[in-house]
T-cell receptor, first 112, second 115 residues
Framework: GNSVTQMEGPVTLSEEAFLTINCTYTATGYPSLFWYVQYPGEGLQLLLKATKADDKGSNKGFEATYRKETTSFHLEKGSVQVSDSAVYFCALSVYRANNLFFGTGTRLTVIP | DADVTQTPRNRITKTGKRIMLECSQTKGHDRMYWYRQDPGLGLRLIYYSFDVKDINKGEISDGYSVSRQAQAKFSLSLESAIPNQTALYFC??????????????FGPGTRLTVL
């Protein structure tokens, strides 16, 4: 089936620290992969995406590379800021899928 | 203005009451979705609609119904609310494209509490 497993939180980092949030997946087809971010009190926003193997999605200093060999799409940022505090969701869709398959979310708190 | 709006943003109701959550979008998308978010469970699909005449059950449709009144409007109803329907509800939209990517655009959410 289709599913996403992501690193459980919460994650607490100091400002300017390096961030990695792990995400692995299983898929019945060739998935597209997404990272969504949910800031406090808001809905989900697309952070970045990758639609084929070896693609790298990037946005706002965040990056994730679609690794077919390890079925992974880990989220990284070299230097986090307090404003990055949010819940991060890894998700996938497969061709003509009816919906996105979400991971359980990872809460990140960045302290000054 | 927000592309996907949800009303109400917060609602407290009692067990057994009927409640409707509304979603409107200005993105011109054909596909609309209702999800619920529970702590530790991520988002789960309740219902989805590919156009006004097409309604489909998702992973957890029991206890819910929907209405697609127009391309831009998709409502979720709880006919008789129960406490375990307390959750954060999201509406989302996407294009009716046949490409591989199914990028979805989310509303701000409705926090529902059933006492």
């Amino acid at each position: 089936g289709n599913s996403v497993t992501q690193m459980e939180g919460p994650v607490t980092l100091s400002e300017e620290a390096f961030l990695t949030i792990n995400c692995t997946y299983t898929a019945t087809g060739y998935p597209s992969l997404f990272w969504y971010v949910q800031y406090p009190g808001e809905g989900l926003q697309l952070l970045l995406k990758a639609t084929k193997a070896d693609d790298k999605g990037s946005n706002k200093g965040f990056e994730a590379t679609y690794r077919k060999e390890t079925t992974s799409f880990h989220l990284e940022k070299g230097s986090v800021q307090v404003s990055d505090s949010a819940v991060y969701f890894c998700a996938l869709s497969v061709y003509r899928a009816n919906n996105l398959f979400f991971g359980t979310g990872t809460r990140l708190t960045v302290i000054p | 203005d927000a592309d996907v709006t949800q009303t109400p943003r917060n609602r407290i109701t009692k067990t057994g009451k009927r409640i409707m959550l509304e979603c409107s979008q200005t993105k011109g998308h054909d596909r609309m979705y209702w999800y619920r978010q529970d702590p530790g469970l991520g988002l789960r699909l309740i219902y989805y609609s590919f156009d006004v005449k097409d309604i489909n059950k998702g992973e957890i449709s029991d206890g819910y119904s929907v209405s697609r009144q127009a391309q831009a409007k998709f409502s979720l109803s709880l006919e008789s609310a129960i406490p375990n329907q307390t959750a954060l509800y999201f509406c989302a939209t996407s294009d009716l494209g046949y490409g591989q990517s199914n990028e979805q655009f989310f509303g701000p959410g409705t926090r529902l509490t059933v006492l």
